[in-house]
């Protein structure tokens, strides 16, 4: 059984998912790849411990501070790939970004390989399911492209611009898979 609630946030309405122990899921209205990698239905849980606890973490990240992504047990479901690129974007400083290809140079040393694909990073990015508290928004393109944020990208320029980066030098792509 997985346990949801809502959350009104300065980005729109999110919901939040639980197997009950951990956070599985934190996706925006109408994001791309919405609950793709939870099975199974949900039944709203306002109560739950581990939900009112992400809750009050995004009542500090909205309020401009820098609650700690280790103060939740946080259980994203997907192969290890996928896994060890989430880690990455978790060690991404408050008000930092990094991009795609620097992602990829990370994962080829750890999977001990000459090179990774950039692409191959993004589509792990792309399909992070706990969304703003693994922080796939500071991922940009090599150019300083504002592509690839399943939330839309005047979402990820919203979180951006909140945690106090200076968005002027990024822009906004005029083809991509995530506008």
């Not at 997985?2 to 980005?11: D, F, G, H, N, Q």
């Not at 639980?18 to 599985?24: A, E, F, I, T």
């Not at 790939?81 to 992602?103: A, D, H, K």
Request: a positive charge; one cysteine or more; proline letters at 6%.
């Amino acid at each position: 059984m997985l346990y949801s609630t809502r959350y009104a946030s300065p980005v729109g309405p999110l919901t939040l998912a639980s197997d009950g122990q951990s956070l599985v899921g934190l996706w925006m209205a109408g994001q791309k790849y919405f609950g793709g990698t939870v099975k199974g239905d949900f039944c709203e849980q306002d109560d739950l411990p581990v939900l009112a606890d992400a809750r009050k973490w995004l009542d500090a990240y909205f309020a401009g501070k820098k609650p700690a992504i280790a103060a939740l047990p946080l259980a994203p479901a997907g192969a290890e790939f996928r896994q060890s690129v989430w880690g990455i974007l978790c060690e991404i400083p408050y008000g930092g970004y990094v991009t795609y290809g620097e992602i990829a140079k990370q994962m080829a040393v750890r999977m001990n390989k000459k090179n990774m694909s950039s692409q191959a990073v993004g589509g792990a990015v792309g399909h992070n399911p706990i969304s703003i508290i693994i922080p796939c928004h500071r991922v940009v393109g090599a150019n300083g492209s504002l592509t690839g944020y399943a939330g839309g990208i005047g979402k990820k320029i919203k979180l951006l611009e909140l945690e106090g980066v200076d968005t002027s030098n990024f822009f906004v792509p005029s083809k991509g898979t995530a506008l």
